[in-house]
């Protein structure tokens, strides 16, 4: 019964590859949320779904792209990796932009 | 630009005695705030709020403190356990609406440590 779920917890990668992280949350909220964990331990947010409309978009480079089939469903592609998107991605849900609740990360190392 | 600033990277407290985070913020259009705790290899997990309305809110044994003027923010655990022992971050977020809607911003953390 876990709340907000990501997958996958490690993925490790080459440069210039793409890859892709899932996120899912059974909490029926509206909103959901990318955040990337830099080597400083620096939370930040990435991007903002709200009923799969996109709402925030942070300076990301345009090799992210986020996608949402449904309100429950939230996952983040990358293209092309780079050494510094090496880092921890935290999904999160909140029911209308109060509280949020975080899945518990994926670590993607990029070799 | 840290808008959100935890000065403080480590604190390490007695078992029964109390634990102060704190946390200072630049923007003034922050006006709810959010203290979170977060365990290795987990992702945060909310603690307690405060909104700017308010200058202190309390739950069980931790207590958030809101100084507008200041704008500074501290939690308080009392009394500190072995369990407490985390990282907590602070964060703020603008009034919702627009594209601000529900953005958080986070301070670096704070490294709770509490020996029995």
């Known amino acids: 019964d876990t709340a907000v779920s990501q997958t996958p917890k490690y993925l490790v990668t080459q440069m210039g590859n793409d890859k892709s992280i899932k996120c899912e949350q059974n909490l029926g909220h509206d909103t959901m949320y990318w955040y990337k964990q830099d080597s400083k331990k620096f939370l930040k947010i990435m991007f903002s779904?709200?009923?799969?409309?996109?709402?925030i978009n942070e300076t990301v480079p345009n090799r992210f792209s986020p996608k949402s089939p449904d309100k429950a469903h939230l996952n983040l592609h990358i293209n092309s990796l780079e050494l510094g998107d090496s880092a921890v991605y935290f999904c999160?849900?909140?029911?209308?932009?109060?509280?949020?609740?975080f899945g518990p990360g994926t670590r993607l190392t990029v070799l | 630009d840290q808008q959100v600033k935890q000065n403080s990277p480590s604190l390490s407290v007695q078992e029964g005695r109390i634990s102060i985070l704190n946390c200072d913020y630049t923007n003034s259009m922050f006006d709810y705030f959010l203290w979170y705790k977060k365990y290795p290899a987990e992702g945060p997990t909310f603690l307690i709020s405060?909104?700017?309305?308010?200058d202190k809110n309390e739950d069980g044994r931790f207590t958030v403190f809101l100084n507008k003027s200041a704008k500074h923010l501290s939690l308080h655990i009392v009394p500190s356990q072995p369990g407490d022992s985390a990282v907590y971050f602070c964060?703020?977020?603008?009034?919702?609406?627009?594209?601000?809607?529900?953005?958080?911003?986070f301070g670096q953390g704070t490294i709770l440590t509490v020996h029995p």
């Open positions: 964060a703020a977020s603008p009034n919702a609406g627009g594209t601000s809607y529900g953005k958080l911003t």
């Open positions: 999160a849900s909140s029911p209308r932009g109060t509280k949020q609740f």
């Open positions: 779904y709200n009923n799969k409309e996109l709402i």
């Open positions: 405060i909104s700017s309305i308010k």
